[in-house]
């Protein structure tokens, strides 16, 4: 049986005809064109990046290497006793687009265990850090602490860098990154939150049951963690995390400077920071507005109006691409219908009153281009459903997730050779004197 890597060399050359011709055949053929109000407003909807691992449609949402969420699902061999696919099986697709075998999901599981031991110089960079310090700067931090010991840095500096063979170092960081993210999360979890108890890896359980087990969660968190990082994975390649992610790595940075750099983008309260801000403004809400009496759609009218008059966004709705819900939000919910207890939480109750009622306030407040919610209205509440209620870390939960799909990002990048990405910019008074010209 050949090895992710093999399958991925033997696609990587294939697919590198089909660039090469579109540059040397068709590269002056205009695709988009720039509007002055897209130059301002952060280049949105300029078609001016390529990746094939996802695609986002406004309407339809994502697809994952062609296949929609439930495709995904349904596609993917499933853990052993779950209605969830692993994570390594999932990775497999990203970077191959081919939906593997069990056998070659196995052999995954057991490479990613030879990649999980983090070096003890990481664990050192996170707890030189002060204890309050947001998880996500010491997730960054353990990231960036990898870095030196980066195959592809090494690669670059052997005096035998070859921009064919490269893709195949930044493969070997990528699927460390991948291996060990999990465990670096996990690790700044019990640090914070578990008076430091650490729980050893588990060498026989898949990626998302061993970071259920390693935070010391229950048997049915195996399938939350399994869903919420396939869910996170990737949203194509303009997202701030992803797109920063390849453009640090376009200049040869390796994977570990390039993620730590997204996972900063990530940490922004518009991008992943919202999941977290979902669950602070839905706790503040029933403390302000339901300490005696039961939330209305009346109550949330008024406390979405609150916010809004308060020049303040409604977390978790509104997307820059999306102009429909989100099926990562839908998909959470349906697992949320679907499991008794979560059903009938009381929270949960809260975040379907706040997804009948936000969009109508949304549209009348005629702001926001899509009133509907986005992934992070919903993923808090099932963390906290679980126990797990420090909501400063779900962000973290994001980016465990998020790497996935960068890390396959940035293998294709180099397997295609892309170049360093370099826009141009151009001045204010430029601006002016083509709009004078009409
Ligand atoms: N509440 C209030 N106002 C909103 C809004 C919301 N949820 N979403 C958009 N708007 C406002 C924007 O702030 C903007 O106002 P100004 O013209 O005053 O600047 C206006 O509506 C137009 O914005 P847009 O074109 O609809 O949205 P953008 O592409 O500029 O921004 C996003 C997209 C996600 C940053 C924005 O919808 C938002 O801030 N949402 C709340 C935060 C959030 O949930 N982020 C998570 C997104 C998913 C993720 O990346 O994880």
């Known amino acids: 049986m050949a090895t992710l890597k093999e399958v991925l060399a033997q696609k990587i050359a294939d697919h590198r005809p089909r660039t090469t011709k579109l540059v040397k055949e068709f590269g002056k053929v205009v695709i988009d064109q720039v509007t002055i109000d897209q130059c301002i407003g952060g280049a949105r909807d300029v078609r001016c990046l390529v990746t094939d691992i996802s695609y986002l449609d406004p309407q339809e949402g994502i697809r994952f290497r062609g296949k929609t969420i439930p495709e995904t699902f349904e596609a993917l061999p499933k853990a052993k006793g779950s209605k969830y696919p692993t994570v390594e099986s999932f990775w497999y697709f990203l970077l191959t687009g081919d939906v593997p075998t069990q056998a070659q999901v196995d052999a995954v599981v057991a490479e990613w265990k030879t990649r999980q031991i983090v070096p003890s110089y990481v664990w050192d960079a996170i707890r030189a850090l002060p204890r309050d310090s947001h998880p996500m700067v010491m997730l960054s931090v353990g990231i960036l602490a990898l870095q030196k010991d980066s195959k592809f840095a090494a690669f670059y500096n052997s005096g035998k860098f070859n921009k064919m063979t490269a893709w195949e170092s930044v493969y070997e960081d990528a699927s460390d990154l991948c291996a060990r993210i999990p465990i670096i999360a ?64 376009s200049a040869l940075s390796d994977p570990y400077y390039a993620y730590s750099a997204g996972l900063n983008g990530l940490a922004g309260p518009l991008h992943g920071l919202a999941n977290q801000e979902v669950l602070d403004w839905t706790l503040k809400f029933q403390e302000k507005y339901c300490k005696d009496v039961e939330p209305t759609k009346e109550l949330v009218t008024k406390a979405l109006w609150d916010t809004l008059n308060a020049g303040q966004v409604v977390p978790g709705y509104g997307h820059a691409v999306l102009r429909k819900t989100d099926p990562r939000y839908m998909s959470q919910r349906e697992f949320c219908l679907n499991t008794p207890g979560l059903k009938d939480d009381k929270l949960f109750k809260l975040v379907a009153m706040i997804f009948e009622t936000a969009p109508g306030v949304l549209t009348e407040h005629g702001k926001a281009k899509n009133p509907w919610p986005n992934v992070d209205a919903q993923s808090g509440v099932i963390q906290w459903y679980y126990g797990l209620r420090e909501w400063d870390f779900y962000t973290v939960l994001f980016g465990v997730g998020r790497a996935l799909g960068c890390m396959a990002n940035i293998t294709w990048d180099r397997g295609l050779g892309y170049a360093i990405e370099r826009p141009k910019s151009v001045t204010t008074a430029m601006l002016e004197k083509w709009a004078a010209e009409g």
Do not use: W
């Open 186 to 249: 996990a690790f700044i979890y019990n640090l914070k939150y578990r008076s430091d108890f650490q729980t050893a890896i588990d060498p026989n359980l898949d990626m998302g049951a061993n970071f259920a087990h390693m935070i010391g969660q229950c048997e049915e968190y195996k399938d939350v963690a399994r869903m919420y990082f396939i869910l996170h994975s990737d949203h194509e390649s303009g997202n701030v995390s992803a797109h920063t992610t390849h453009l640090v790595h």
